[in-house]
RNA sequence: GGCGGCAUAGCCAAGUGGUAAGGCAGAGGACUGCAAAUCCUUUAUCCCCAGUUCAAAUCUGGGUGCCGCCUCCA
């Protein structure tokens, strides 16, 4: 069956067809690590692995590289100042490299949560300086690049006439200068920084060739995609902020260094807007999985939520929302438990249905909508479904079901609740049933007996 | 000013020509000592206007609203 990737350079749907048969290369741009990462950020990582689940489900060996930036994203254009990392480092009183080691393992964890395959190779732009300063090399050799003393190393791009291929924007209807200074010696507006000088009060620099300095930001994917992947690769996946400057910028420096079409499938994730608009610290609507979990939403829940919509609509979170979808997954996984395991196959047609789904452009939803059908009316061979469901939908639903413990005390209430029905003592029975309420414990009567759920208050 | 995206029930959302998936919430019912949980049933003509077509949420044109990018941002 076809797998179908809508493809931002052409703007529609295209047959996924790989370099190599059988192998598919990725390249997810990941995180700066200057600072959490916020639930709109995990949404494009989300889209990313069920990227690569979709690609493994088809039977590609897949190779998926994503880089963590730990150095070179400026604050501000105007080619003054510090990056990121310097000022969050400042700010925490911290070495950048603290800084990144900190928030990277908080990524890392974040993925976890969220059942995130990891990456077959995860790369730190400050591992491949050497690599990035030979990549500029090599675009100066070739006359695409050049110098502005005291400050860097730029790329020429009215040396490259496709540039703007990506984005749909023409060069010289650019705004140049909108929003900020232009630095008047840039041959063109959107000439990009490769390599930048280094003050030397700048905590990050290596040397080079030019002098001490550190790398631009486009510069690390291209490297670091190139090193891994090779010179052309089929997959790249980002933000759709990303498309008008950072990857319309490693197109025209990797494609000036090769001279070959670099990326056959740009895919792009869409926003995740919060209470229909953007996400903000200033809002005060910046949220993080930790966020979520203070407010007893499990970081599968909002995977969940991301799952039921497409990866390229906007997405509204809500908090009504996210409550929706951890019910959802609740009733989801316990429906998946109480199927029985009659150890028949997967009926093939409702697989083929699902695979139909997925390999139109990762029409999860829909896909979704279907393991919905297959819990609430199953056909033999139903858990075998959804065991394949889950290979793509990630949400962990043959998860063993944790046993919680009660504490004591706890316990000697709800047996003398137990005591209270067996003597059809009603109102002891539920005056213990609110005590046992207000204390987390959600007691539930059953054919089978009482059971219970424990959440303890916060 | 330029470029791109979105607009479907109370909420989150699938659906690109043939009379609207799914989830949550709500309503009704079953079950229960009562509840909870669970199960069953049930809830829309698709932002507006004009057009193309036997037929449009789905195509075309024009509006309106929201989001993003043109500084760093998933």
């Known amino acids: 069956m076809d797998l179908m990737l809508y493809n931002t350079l052409s703007r529609s749907k295209e047959k996924f067809i790989p370099l190599e048969p059988g192998k598919a290369g990725m390249y997810v741009c990941g995180p700066t690590v200057y600072d959490y990462a916020h639930i709109g950020n995990l949404r494009s990582y989300i889209f990313a ?4 689940r979709v690609l493994e489900y088809n039977g590609y060996e897949v190779t998926h590289v994503m880089n963590i930036t730990d150095v070179g994203h400026l ?3 105007a080619d003054e100042g510090e990056d990121k990392m310097a000022e969050s480092a400042r700010r925490e009183k911290k070495t950048p490299w603290e800084l990144a080691e900190f928030y990277t393992r908080d990524f890392m964890n974040s993925m976890e949560l969220l059942n995130l395959k990891k990456p077959t190779i995860v790369c730190k732009a400050t591992d491949h300086i050497r690599e990035m300063i030979e990549f500029t090399q090599g675009l100066l050799e070739k006359g695409y690049a050049y110098r502005i003393e005291g400050q860097g190393i730029y790329f020429d791009v009215s040396k490259f006439p496709e540039y703007g291929k990506l984005s749909g924007n023409r060069l010289e209807d650019l705004q140049a200068g909108a929003r900020v200074a232009v630095d008047e010696r840039k041959r063109h507006p959107a000439d ?3 390599w930048k000088d280094a003050p030397p009060e700048h905590i990050m620099q290596w040397p080079s060739p030019w002098g001490p300095g550190y790398p631009g930001w486009h510069i690390e994917c291209s490297t670091m995609a190139m090193k891994y992947l090779g010179k052309q690769i089929d997959i790249h996946t980002g933000g759709i902020d990303h498309i008008p400057i950072h990857h319309e910028n490693e197109i025209a420096q990797s494609e000036a260094l090769t001279g070959k079409p670099w990326v056959r499938y740009w895919l792009h994730g869409e926003f995740l807007q919060v209470d229909g608009g953007k996400m903000s610290k200033s809002l005060n609507n910046f949220y993080t999985l930790a966020t979520l979990q203070e407010r007893n939403i499990e970081p599968l829940a909002f995977r969940y ?5 497409h990866y390229r609509t906007p997405l509204n979170f809500t908090w009504d929302g996210i409550a929706a979808a951890q019910k959802s997954l609740e009733r989801l996984r316990q429906g998946y438990n109480n199927l029985p395991d009659d150890g028949q196959p997967a009926p093939p047609q409702m697989l083929e249905r699902f695979h139909r789904a997925i390999n139109d452009d990762l029409n999860v939803p829909l896909a979704l909508a279907y393991a919905w059908e297959a819990v609430r009316s199953p056909s033999p061979g139903a858990k075998a479904l959804l065991d394949r469901f889950d290979a793509v939908l990630g949400l962990n639903l043959n998860a063993p079901q944790v046993a919680k413990e009660l504490p004591p005390e ?8 137990n005591q209270a029905r067996a003597a059809r003592n009603w ?3 539920d005056a213990l049933r609110d005590e046992l309420a207000r204390r987390g414990v959600t007691v539930k009567d059953t054919k089978e007996g009482t059971v219970w759920e424990y959440n303890p208050p916060a």
């Open 427 to 429: 109102a002891k029975a």
């Open 410 to 417: 706890l316990a000697r209430l709800l047996e003398e609740r």
């Open 192 to 194: 990009f920084a490769l």
């Open 75 to 77: 604050v501000s254009d």
């Open 305 to 309: 939520f991301c799952l039921n919509a």
């Open 49 to 52: 692995d069920l990227l690569r």
